[in-house]
Structures are given as C-alpha cells and as structure tokens.
Nanobody, 121 residues
Framework: QVQLVESGGGLVQHGGSLRLSCAAS????????MGWYRQAPGEQRELVATITRGGRTNYADSVKGRFPISRDNAKNTVYLQMNSLKPEDTAVYYC???????????????WGRGTQVTVSS
C-alpha cells in the first residue's frame, strides 16, 4: 500500500502562485505514474496533470503553460507549480500514484486526502 500526503494548498489572489507537494511512502516495488486531479464543488473529479517515472507529462488543456508538474523519484515526491491562478482553479486537489507491489504485479492506484486551493477574484 502507498500512502500519499499532500501539502501546499491555501488561499491566494487571482494571478498568484502556489506549489503543491505530494510525498508517497510505503513498501512497494515501484511507484510509476503520479499526478494531480481536482474536484470543484458540484463537479466531477478531473485530471490536472500527470507525470511518468521517466518524466513524460500530460496536462489538461485548462492548465497547460500555467501548472508545470515535476517529480523527484529519489524522494517519491511529485510537485505541481501553479502559476497565474484563476478563480476557476478553486477546488480540492488530490494526488494520485500508480504502483506495483511486485515486478510483475498488477498496477494499483492510491489517492491522497486532498488539499484545498482557493483563488479569490
């Protein structure tokens, strides 16, 4: 099992920046893709950005060019630098990690508890 702990959320003004961090822990063979999702009130959870262990990234169109994602494999930590924030970015941001317990094991998925990001207009 992988445990994910997010940090870095908060209240920021329109145009401001925040940096989210998510540290993964647990005794597993490999932590593969990691990423960030968000859920606004009354909305479904949606993809924000993902990054593979090799560094390949994928972004939602709404955050491309504003929210670069990165990771430190040695620390099993993924980061989301959120720039030029808009009120519509307000949501609970969840960290996600895909992992395997053994080399040929099934890929499993773990979620963090979420961190609130609020952007004031």
């Amino acid at each position: 099992q992988v445990q994910l702990v997010e940090s870095g959320g908060g209240l920021v003004q329109h145009g401001g920046s925040l940096r989210l961090s998510c540290a993964a822990s647990g005794s597993v063979f490999s932590i593969d893709a990691m990423g960030w999702y968000r859920q606004a009130p009354g909305e479904q959870r949606e993809l924000v950005a993902t990054i593979t262990r090799g560094g390949r990234t994928n972004y939602a169109d709404s955050v491309k060019g504003r929210f670069p994602i990165s990771r430190d494999n040695a620390k099993n930590t993924v980061y989301l630098q959120m720039n030029s924030l808009k009120p519509e970015d307000t949501a609970v941001y969840y960290c996600n990690a895909d992992y395997r317990k053994t080399p040929l094991g099934t890929t499993l998925s773990s979620w963090g508890r979420g961190t609130q990001v609020t952007v004031s207009s």
